[in-house]
């Protein structure tokens, strides 16, 4: 955890955005920029290996438990940047613009997975897949990642 909070100050130092540590993870954003502009980041590794990127729409517990926004389902209602960066490529995409591209482009098909930090937890997950090219289409910013 503590990497990933080292790599999201790296990327808002970068932009000139303050880091609020988490205060606002669970309403959908992370960071807010200078003009007051609602920042959300995810790290997303595998998509330097598949070209494509998981955006989290729901979550659950478990099995019996109901649906409920999360990542990129929040994000895309109370952040006005959706931020994903891997090992090397930071991408910058005005939420709205993105929702409108990934309805535009999925199936009626969501994907689900399991958390993979902690498979203890079973905590699952619903999303899309978009290719990287997708992504980039909407962004206004898309450079390496900083050291």
């Not at 689900?112 to 978009?130: A, C, P, V």
Request: glycine share 6%; with cysteine.
């Amino acid at each position: 955890m503590d990497d990933i909070l080292a790599r999201e100050r790296a990327v808002a130092d970068t932009f000139g955005w303050t880091h609020l540590d988490g205060k606002h993870k669970a309403e959908g954003w992370d960071m807010v920029t200078p003009d007051g502009s609602r920042v959300t980041i995810r790290f997303d590794v595998i998509s330097e290996e598949t070209g494509m990127h998981f955006l989290e729409l729901e979550q659950r517990a478990d099995r019996e438990s109901r649906w409920k926004a999360s990542g990129f389902g929040l994000a895309r209602k109370q952040a006005h940047y959706w931020v994903m960066a891997n090992s090397h490529t930071v991408y910058v995409a005005p939420t709205k613009a993105l929702w409108k591209a990934l309805k535009k482009a999925r199936a009626d098909e969501k994907h689900s997975r399991r958390d993979l930090d902690d498979k203890e937890k079973r905590m699952y997950s619903r999303g899309q897949i978009i290719p990287l090219e997708t992504l980039e289409s909407v962004c206004i910013v898309v450079c390496g990642m900083p050291d």
